[in-house]
């Protein structure tokens, strides 16, 4: 068996409605609740659910949950008296995470520092699928390729590409630098309109 056939595929995206992921997305928030130790980051936590929520029809958001349960995202616990608690399975912590990709943003500071980004990666051809989506939310970032594995911004992103590179387990083969100069960087400013 060659390594293209050991390798985990990625996990294959159905259709999921707009609740289904408000569901996953809730209960991911839950975890980070409890494994968060800053009480500022609770409060944001908190502080967000109410919208999400507000924006639900529960009818519709109750058969989106059993779908997930049925699908084996969610996994119900019996918490007696005809309490249940929902919880993700590992395949549901995965797609609640990749649900958490899509919303990624770079924030563009006030003033930009003049440094650059540097995104290099080095994939294997038997992890291509990664590779292609690796490549792909970095261009959904705002990436700009300088070679075929080589891309570059303009302000501060390591967490964003080390939360993606993680989430594909490709930590590894990614690497992050920050530099003052940059060969090509007069086509960069044009690009990003950097002044």
């Known amino acids: 068996m060659n390594d293209s056939a050991k ?5 294959k995206r159905k259709k999921f409605g707009v609740l289904q992921r408000k569901a996953l ?11 968060c130790r ?9 502080r967000d659910i109410p919208k999400e929520l507000e924006r639900c029809n529960l009818q519709m958001f109750e ?6 349960v049925a699908d084996r995202y969610i996994k119900m616990k019996d918490c007696g008296n005809n309490r ?7 395949e549901g912590y995965e797609l609640a995470e990749s649900f958490s990709l899509d919303t990624l943003r770079i924030k563009k500071p006030d003033r930009w520092d003049k440094k650059w980004r540097i995104v290099f990666f080095d994939i294997p051809e038997r992890c291509r699928r990664k590779r292609d ?24 992103c390591g967490k964003e590409i080390i939360k993606i590179a993680a989430h594909y387990k490709l ?7 920050v530099t003052d ?15």
């Open 38 to 46: 800053s009480p500022r980051k609770q409060w944001r936590i908190i």
């Open 63 to 68: 058969y989106g949950l059993h779908r997930l």
């Open 25 to 35: 997305t809730l209960l991911l928030a839950g975890m980070a609740f409890g494994l």
């Open 171 to 177: 930590l590894t083969n990614v690497h992050y630098a």
């Open 84 to 90: 249940y608690e929902a919880c993700l399975t590992r």
């Open 133 to 156: 989506v690796f490549r792909f939310h970095l261009r959904r970032l705002g990436f700009r390729e300088i070679q075929r594995s080589v891309f570059a911004h303009p302000y501060p």
């Open 181 to 195: 100069e940059l060969s090509d960087s007069h086509r960069l400013h044009s690009l990003f309109q950097l002044t």
């Open 7 to 11: 390798q985990k595929p990625l996990t």
